[in-house]
């Protein structure tokens, strides 16, 4: 149970570092007039909040403990601050981030879960995961239309405030990551 613990606590201080890196990134890409990826940032922002409540509500049940995120994380927003770059490059750094959950953090965390029978762990890191992947693709496809100079048009951006999956235009089906109802989608301004 350690073990899970701490990838808990580990999952919770990356989702953590990367909901405030996209907050400043979309400040970022408002003060370059990329006002859609700006939206997309805030989006992806508030999604991970939704991975932070998962993985909060988990690690409290497995610990038997009220989790305070605040008292757990500590974020130093001037390093975070530093990390900022232009809107090309944050795009960069946001699915390098995205990728290395998907790809490696959470699969080994998952993994770990399975192994100790903590199934709220296991479902809270594979709604991230799934989430994350998403994410990433949402990420590249900013950053190809960024290089090609295509306008980003206006788009309606959905998240599911249960798992933290983004999609855009308006669904009409359950969520295609944790299968609840659309009517989980908020819809993102």
Do not use: W
């Not at 946001?94 to 709220?120: C, L, Q, R």
């Not at 990433?136 to 295509?150: A, G, Q, R, T, V």
Request: include cysteine; aromatic fraction near 10%.
């Amino acid at each position: 149970m350690t073990t899970i613990i701490e990838n808990l606590t580990e999952a919770l201080n990356g989702e953590t570092i990367a909901r405030k890196k996209y907050e400043f990134f979309a400040e970022q890409a408002e003060k370059e007039n990329h006002l859609e990826i700006a939206r997309l940032f805030k989006a992806i922002s508030f999604a991970e909040s939704i991975h932070i409540k998962n993985h909060a509500q988990a690690l409290s049940k497995i610990s038997n403990t009220q989790v305070i995120i605040d008292k757990l994380i500590e974020i130093n927003e001037s390093d975070l601050k530093k990390q900022v770059k232009d809107t090309r490059n944050n795009l960069i750094q946001a699915i390098a981030g995205e990728t290395f959950e998907f790809k490696k953090m959470y699969k080994s965390f998952v993994k770990n879960a399975k192994k100790e029978d903590e199934y709220i762990a296991e479902y809270s890191f594979n709604l991230a995961r799934k989430a994350e992947i998403v994410h990433s693709k949402l990420f590249i496809n900013y950053l190809k239309k960024l290089d090609k100079k295509e306008i980003v048009k206006p788009i309606d951006i959905y998240v599911c405030i249960i798992c933290g999956n983004v999609a855009l235009e308006k669904t009409t089906e359950n969520c295609s990551n944790c299968d609840h109802d659309v009517k989980f989608f908020k819809k993102f301004d």
